[in-house]
T-cell receptor, first 110, second 117 residues
Framework: DAKTTQPPSMDCAEGRAANLPCNHSTISGNEYVYWYRQIHSQGPQYIIHGLKNNETNEMASLIITEDRKSSTLILPHATLRDTAVYYCIVSGYNFNKFYFGSGTKLNVKP | GAVVSQHPSWVICKSGTSVKIECRSLDFQATTMFWYRQFPKQSLMLMATSNEGSKATYEQGVEKDKFLINHASLTLSTLTVTSAHPEDSSFYIC?????????????FGDGTRLSIL
């Protein structure tokens, strides 16, 4: 499975959009990009996933570049409750196993 | 929808005992379940994959005789940590997915914090 690279931490002002980048330059043709977040001492929460088209749901938007080598998760109006570690995962083979990277710690500040 | 429940959420036990953790999918049938462990300030590490009615597949370096996994039904998987020692203390998290080969996301439980004294 492809590896992902994310910045270790980011800050965002409350009410502003949070844009979290992820690099997955070795992604294969049928591998999907998944985004999860983990709030302290809880299990990861599913946010969104996509293959090559941009996706949007009630939580976030996912923008995948045309070459699929990187993606950006957008939280349109960040709140203090969005403070968490965000994980970008690429998977598609072998029972769709997830191998978590280090993630990005998003700090939303008032 | 897609709720996964883990029990217990927290357990403390003496060294040498065995501990069983349950993972249930409450509103869907989980063809595939996964078990992870997470140490403080680290990311999740996949331990094993289990499909209902089949033996679990363990990741490299995970002792299958130490971490027994049973996936006897489409809604329940159990992880038993046998003869637990302090180094087994960790946060154990399960996830489940309805289809084995689809791109549908995994849904995670809220984890079990295991402390071995």
């Amino acid at each position: 499975d492809a590896k992902t690279t994310q910045p270790p931490s980011m800050d965002c002002a409350e009410g502003r959009a949070a844009n979290l980048p992820c690099n997955h330059s070795t992604i294969s043709g049928n591998e999907y990009v998944y985004w999860y977040r983990q709030i302290h001492s809880q299990g990861p929460q599913y946010i969104i996933h996509g293959l090559k088209n941009n996706e949007t749901n009630e939580m976030a938007s996912l923008i995948i570049t045309e070459d699929r080598k990187s993606s950006t998760l957008i939280l349109p109006h960040a709140t203090l409750r969005d403070t968490a570690v965000y994980y970008c995962i690429v998977s598609g083979y072998n029972f769709n196993k997830f191998y978590f990277g280090s993630g990005t710690k998003l700090n939303v500040k008032p | 929808g897609a709720v996964v429940s883990q029990h217990p959420s927290w357990v403390i036990c003496k060294s040498g005992t065995s501990v069983k953790i349950e993972c249930r999918s409450l509103d869907f049938q989980a063809t595939t379940m996964f078990w992870y462990r997470q140490f403080p300030k680290q990311s999740l590490m996949l331990m094993a994959t289990s499909n209902e009615g089949s033996k679990a597949t363990y990741e490299q370096g995970v002792e299958k005789d130490k971490f027994l996994i049973n996936h006897a039904s489409l809604t329940l998987s159990t992880l038993t940590v046998t003869s637990a020692h302090p180094e087994d203390s960790s946060f154990y998290i399960c996830s489940a997915r309805g289809d084995t080969y689809s791109n549908q996301p995994q849904h995670f439980g809220d984890g079990t914090r295991l402390s071995i004294l």
